[in-house]
């Protein structure tokens, strides 16, 4: 089991089963609301329980983005699919998970270098963000 939070509290999770590796995200979106780019695992719905109050942002036709209205921490990306993604800053610890790539790479800000030895696609990539086993 993992246990997350935002950063004052009020918002707490846990979840069970396989997370996806972290995949960072490099969109126009990620970058502006999260102040740089968003770093998430995933999980299926069911495998999670989120206590507290999220706020939810609609920021795309197929997407919004919960946070809290308390403090402002950005914790989940609701899209489509059968998966949440959590940011993986607000993980209180997941030793076992690492960045497995980036996406939407050509959307990147200009004041920071990705890793060239790590995975990248240029845009959305169904086979990155796709549910995959766990680093488990
Ligand atoms: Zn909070
Ligand atoms: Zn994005």
């Not at 979840?15 to 695992?41: D, F």
């Not at 790479?105 to 696609?121: C, E, H, L, N, R």
């Amino acid at each position: 089991m993992i246990r997350g939070s935002c950063l004052c509290g009020a918002v707490t999770y846990t979840a069970t089963g396989p997370l996806r590796p972290v995949i960072a995200c490099h969109c126009s979106q990620c970058r502006k609301s999260s102040g740089h780019h968003v770093a998430a695992t995933s999980v299926r719905r069911d495998a999670i329980q989120i206590q507290g109050e999220v706020t939810w942002y609609t920021s795309s036709s197929a997407a919004k983005r919960g946070f809290c209205g308390t403090c402002g921490a950005q914790l989940f990306f609701d899209g489509q699919g059968e998966n949440l993604s959590i940011f993986a800053g607000s993980l209180d610890e997941a030793p076992e998970l690492a960045i497995g790539g980036h996406i939407f790479t050509d959307d990147k800000g200009d004041y920071y270098q990705i890793d060239p030895d790590a995975p990248q696609s240029g845009g959305y990539d169904p086979e990155m963000t796709t549910m995959v086993a766990s680093t488990r």
